[in-house]
């Protein structure tokens, strides 16, 4: 089985920096894409961007490209996740999620998250 | 893009079943056999309980089942049990190397 880990609870101002992160362990976890969600408000999921940690190959939702920068170290099997102007509207939940099937990511579904990381951007 | 649609609420008495619909076009849902389900409950990560439109994850339970016609998916849940109260996505993938997600649907269990 896989597990993934998350970085703890953000408090930031609108214009600071932040970069949260997600470490995978277990089973072949090194062969595994590792993705980004969105959860505002306690509702509806948003698909970010995926990193393949091996060769940091990355893709990106075109809704927030150019609004984050997702990278990752195969090292240590740690995808990141990162803004450098947070704005209000980037408070929220923020889930990192792997897909059932290793080396693949489009067409797949996530069958395993972490435990998500919550973004407050308040002034 | 926008997101898949799904209606706002079900509800359902323990013991009946119910369906969860989720709309899309001909490039997500219409295109792909990748429609995913997953539960939700408050203040927890997502759960998949079906993938590849109709498939149950290990330990899942029988009584989720997933199907799809055209451009809509179905998520049905049978012999409702209180536990089942959750919020539930679907998702597709978009002929645009995108994902997209339902806007959720709560299930009240009465």
């Known amino acids: 089985d896989v597990q993934l880990v998350q970085s703890g609870a953000e408090v930031k101002k609108p214009g600071e920096s932040l970069r949260i992160s997600c470490q995978g362990s277990?089973?072949?976890?090194?062969?595994?894409?590792i993705a980004w969600v969105r959860q505002k408000s306690g509702r509806g999921l948003e698909w970010m961007g995926i990193?393949?940690?091996?060769?940091?190959?990355?893709r990106y939702n075109p809704s927030f490209q150019g609004q984050i920068t997702i990278s990752a170290d195969k090292s240590i099997n740690t995808a990141y996740l990162q803004w450098n102007n947070l704005k209000a509207s980037d408070t929220a939940i923020y889930y990192c999620?792997?897909?059932?099937?290793?080396?693949?990511?489009?067409?797949?579904?996530?069958?395993?998250w972490g435990q998500g990381t919550v973004v407050t951007v308040s002034s | 893009q926008s997101a898949l649609a799904q209606p706002a609420s079900v509800s359902g008495s323990p013991g009946q079943s119910i369906t969860i619909s989720c709309t899309g076009t001909s490039n997500d849902i219409g295109r792909y056999e990748t429609v995913a389900w997953y539960q939700q409950h408050p203040d927890k990560a997502p759960k998949l309980i079906i993938y590849d439109v109709r498939y149950r994850p290990s330990g899942v339970s029988h009584r989720f089942s997933g199907s799809k016609s055209d451009n809509t998916a179905s998520l049905t849940i049978s012999g409702l049990q209180p536990e089942d109260e959750a919020d539930y996505f679907c998702a597709s993938y978009v002929r645009s190397n995108n994902l997209l997600f339902g806007g959720g649907t709560k299930l009240i269990v009465l």
């Open positions: 990193v393949y940690p091996g060769d940091s190959d990355t």
């Open positions: 277990g089973n072949s976890i090194s062969n595994y894409w």
């Open positions: 999620a792997t897909p059932r099937t290793q080396l693949l990511w489009f067409g797949e579904a996530f069958g395993y």
